[in-house]
């Protein structure tokens, strides 16, 4: 079954009429959503450039899981227009390529600076972190049993440490008391 723009304006809970004041179709919803979540990495891979990486992952983490949503009905209804049609499936695959080589950009730039570790390819890390990011999504989507935002900061939190280089890893664990 297609999502129809009556299902993604009743999980939103807007009018018919508010939602084509803003968008044309339901795949130019699902267009600028895409384009909203790629401006973010964008806007992450120029901060990563001139500073610190980790906390701008960080932040690109939580805001790209909780990117202005906390609409759990409305999410479900963004999932299932995706996978509605061939080719909104193939727009959103576009997307998440080009999201994918920006996130390698921002690995590779971690690592040059020792920051990340570097036994895993920029590609191969931002794939892993583009799956993780859309799995929570899509979990609390389905059951929204906390707040979008803590909950990322949770799985960000608890999936960081698999990312640092090993002697940042080791420095984060001395500094929690844990021995290495």
Known sequence: METTVEDITEAADVGKGTFFNYFR????????????????????????????VMPVLQDLAVDLISHKT???????????AHASCASVRAEL?????????????????????GEMRRDISPAEMARLVQIVL??????????????????????????LPSLLADEKRKGAKHRRGVRA
Not at 31 to 48: Q, V, Y
Not at 100 to 113: G, S
Not at 134 to 143: P, S
């Open 134 to 159: 859309l799995g929570v999504t899509l979990a609390w989507a389905l059951h929204p049993d906390s707040i979008l935002r803590a909950t990322a900061q949770q799985a960000w939190d608890l999936f």
């Open 93 to 113: 695959h576009k997307r998440l390529q080009i999201g994918r080589r920006l996130l390698a950009e921002i690995f590779a730039i971690a690592q040059e600076r």
């Open 70 to 80: 906390e609409n759990a009905a409305l999410l479900r209804a963004i999932y299932a």
């Open 25 to 52: 179709t339901k795949e130019h919803v699902l267009a600028t959503f895409g384009a909203e979540r790629l401006a973010s990495i964008e806007h992450a891979l120029e901060r990563a450039k001139s500073g610190p």
